[in-house]
């Protein structure tokens, strides 16, 4: 389809918006759109595929551009990424715009730095190359680099995977089976899955397979004690109660009364009735501590970087740092100590990032077993296969892009001693 110079007008005016990413570009682009009312369906997602798509290659494009404004790196985007003929640009561009964007056509990223090439902000390739090669950390970035395919969780207390994939191919829906999540479902594109009534009905999800995951390698059972102690907008904490069938009692814990607000519809739609959403001021809150003991099984999704999600989330690139990632580090310890005193005798805690960083993941574990030695690692692999999962990252579970076609996850699965 032929884009309308108003389309282009709109993406450098949200990419304006957008720069200097001092807020998340998600909840910028909502308010862009919300201003911007008259935008249609069809503008609104060139838009978003616009700002988003500059955000992924921005080092490259910053590159080409000079001066880099919002103007010049959505056309660079245009040309290089999206396919865009020159002619379709007759009447917008000037003629200098015009010969800096044919000779953009012909610039091979070849022979770049590996910053550039990866897409990947200098402090994050040093902190990468601990533990992987150039070679690892541009195949990495590469994957980064792609649009996040679009993944369902079946609600199972509500319906089965094979029907709802056989409702959605009838519908003329790409839907295929992810390739580990026993309930999970991948589309091809992005259909309007939130106006769908299997949505509307509490039947689908949307949720990454990586993240559902997290559910089958905490594996609570029906009638147990289970806490969702980062929940957030709630999407493991619902898994988590399907997976117990609605039985037994499941807390969903955060300091943020938003996200949890985000929860309240979602749960109303579950059909579950075992869940108990209560905010908390901090990991140490009296709502916490007086179930000290008590709990059998605790999810942790600890607050991170989010650097396994670049390809959904591409801002995060300028807006972590070594040194929010060193504050992170010292919340996410104290949560997890906090997390392990819930747990009774031979109970199970998952503690989760989305990052790839060592020093959010193994390090956390690392220290927290030196001061907790009651407490011993399982096996995730072990623990996936009783789930009929087969997905053997090792003792830990660590999922990527460019293996799973996941964002990127890691977790530890512990248990407490008697």
Partial sequence: MPIILSQLNAAIAAMRALLPLEFPADAI?????????????????????????????????????????????????????????????DGFISESEKKWLAEIKGIKIDGLSLSIRAELPDWLIEKLR???????????????????????RVNTLLAKRDEVIAILQGEGID??????????????????????????SGKIEVQDEGSQLLGYLLAPKRGEMVVDFCAGAGGKALLLGALMNSKGRLYAFDVSEKRL?????????SGL?????????????????????????????????????????????????????????????????????????????????????????????????????QFAVLNSTELLAQQKIALDTGEFLQINPQQHQTDGFFAAALVRGG
């Avoid at 249609?40 to 955000?55: K, N, S, T, W, Y």
């Avoid at 999704?301 to 650097?307: F, K, V, W």
């Avoid at 993941?361 to 077993?369: A, D, R, T």
Wanted: proline share 5%; charged share 25%.
């Fill in 29 to 89: 682009i909502r308010r862009f759109f919300r201003d911007n009312a008259i935008l249609g369906v069809q503008d609104r997602a060139f838009v978003a595929e616009v700002v988003f798509g500059v955000l992924r290659h921005r080092f490259f494009l910053e590159s080409l551009a000079h001066p880099v404004t919002p103007r010049a790196l959505v056309l660079a985007y245009l040309i290089k990424y999206h396919g865009l003929n020159l002619r379709e640009l």
């Fill in 261 to 269: 607000s985000n929860l309240t519809p979602r749960f109303k739609r």
């Fill in 273 to 373: 009735s075992n869940l108990h959403i209560q905010r908390i001021n901090d990991e140490n809150d009296s709502k916490v501590k007086r179930l000290s003991g008590k709990i059998d099984r605790v999810l942790v999704d600890a607050p991170c970087s989010g650097i396994g999600t670049l390809r959904r989330n591409p801002d995060l690139k300028w807006r972590q740092s070594s040194q929010s990632i060193e504050e992170l580090k010292t919340k996410q310890g104290a949560i997890l100590s906090a997390a392990a005193k819930l747990l009774k005798p031979g109970g199970r805690l998952v503690y989760a990032t989305c990052s790839f960083l060592a020093e959010e993941n193994q390090e956390i574990i690392s220290n927290f077993l030196n001061s907790q030695p």
């Fill in 175 to 200: 839907a295929q089976i992810t390739p580990y999540s026993p309930c999970g479902i991948r589309l091809a594109g992005k259909p309007m899955i939130n106006r769908h009534e299997l949505f509307l």
């Fill in 130 to 152: 601990i533990n992987l090669s150039d070679e690892q950390i541009l195949a990495l970035g590469l994957a980064l680099q792609k649009t996040a395919s679009l993944d369902l």
